[in-house]
T-cell receptor, first 115, second 115 residues
Framework: NAGVTQTPKFQVLKTGQSMTLQCAQD?????MSWYRQDPGMGLRLIHY???????DQGEVPNGYNVSRSTTEDFPLRLLSAAPSQTSVYFC??????????????FGPGTRLTVL | QQQVKQSPQSLIVQKGGISIINCAYE??????FPWYQQFPGKGPALLIA?????SEKKEGRFTISFNKSAKQFSLHIMDSQPGDSATYFC??????????????FGSGTRLSIRP
C-alpha cells in the first residue's frame, strides 16, 4: 500500500492564481481531511469528508474548495491564491470518522508559497 | 473549550537526557489523547496514545503521563537520542465517529537532541 499520497510536493503561485492540490489514499478509508500547518499554529483543519459525495468545513475553510467523487481521492482547490495561504498542506485519512480512537494517516505534505 | 495548549514551543535536550512535553485541555468530553511525531519533510505519524482511565502508558522509551483532575497530559522521552529530533503534536479526541472536527491538535513542539 502506498498509504496517503500528495502531489505536488512543492508549488509556487502568484497572488490570484488558482490550483488544485491532489490527495489519494489506497486504504479504503471513509474519512479524509485537509490540514494546514503554520509555525506555532499546529495543524488546523480546512475541510473534511466522511465519505464519497459528503464534505464539510473545518476550522479554516475560507479560500478553499473540496469535492469527494470517489473514496480514494480528495482534492483541495485554491480559488484565488493569497499570500496568507502560504503554508504546508497535509492530507490525512482514517478508517472511520476521525474522532474516537481513530488513527490519522498523513500524507507527506505540499509546501505552497504564494507570492 | 476546544483548545489543546502545548508547551514548550521548542526544546533542546542533551543525548541521554529526558525530554518532557506538556499539554493541557479544557473540554472534559475529550476521551482519547494521542501524540503524533513528525520528522522534517514528512507528515505526522501516530507515536503513542492514552485513554483517561489510566494514568500512564509506556511504549519503549516513550511514556504518556495523564492527570485527569488537572486536565493535563505529558510525553516523556527517556534516554533521548538524536533520532528523536522531530516535531511532536499532542492531540485530544472526542468519542464517536460521526464528525471530523473531533480531534484537536496542539501547536507542536520542536525537539532537538544534541549529541
Amino acid at each position: 500500500n502506498a498509504g496517503v499520497t500528495q502531489t505536488p510536493k512543492f508549488q509556487v503561485l502568484k497572488t490570484g492564481q488558482s490550483m488544485t492540490l491532489q490527495c489519494a489514499q489506497d486504504m479504503n478509508h471513509e474519512y479524509m481531511s485537509w490540514y494546514r500547518q503554520d509555525p506555532g499554529m499546529g495543524l488546523r483543519l480546512i475541510h473534511y469528508s466522511v465519505g464519497a459525495g459528503i464534505t464539510d468545513q473545518g476550522e479554516v475553510p475560507n479560500g478553499y474548495n473540496v469535492s469527494r467523487s470517489t473514496t480514494e481521492d480528495f482534492p483541495l482547490r485554491l480559488l484565488s491564491a493569497a499570500p496568507s495561504q502560504t503554508s504546508v498542506y497535509f492530507c490525512a485519512s482514517s478508517p472511520r470518522g476521525g474522532g474516537g480512537t481513530d488513527t490519522q494517516y498523513f500524507g507527506p505534505g505540499t509546501r505552497l508559497t504564494v507570492l | 473549550q476546544q483548545q489543546v495548549k502545548q508547551s514548550p514551543q521548542s526544546l533542546i535536550v542533551q543525548k541521554g537526557g529526558i525530554s518532557i512535553i506538556n499539554c493541557a485541555y479544557e473540554n472534559t468530553a475529550f476521551d482519547y489523547f494521542p501524540w503524533y511525531q513528525q520528522f522534517p519533510g514528512k507528515g505526522p505519524a501516530l507515536l503513542i496514545a492514552i485513554r483517561p482511565d489510566v494514568s500512564e502508558k509506556k511504549e519503549g522509551r516513550f511514556t504518556i503521563s495523564f492527570n485527569k483532575s488537572a486536565k493535563q497530559f505529558s510525553l516523556h522521552i527517556m534516554d533521548s537520542q538524536p533520532g528523536d529530533s522531530a516535531t511532536y503534536f499532542c492531540a485530544a479526541s472526542m468519542p464517536g465517529y460521526s464528525s471530523a472536527s473531533k480531534i484537536i491538535f496542539g501547536s507542536g513542539t520542536r525537539l532537538s537532541i544534541r549529541p
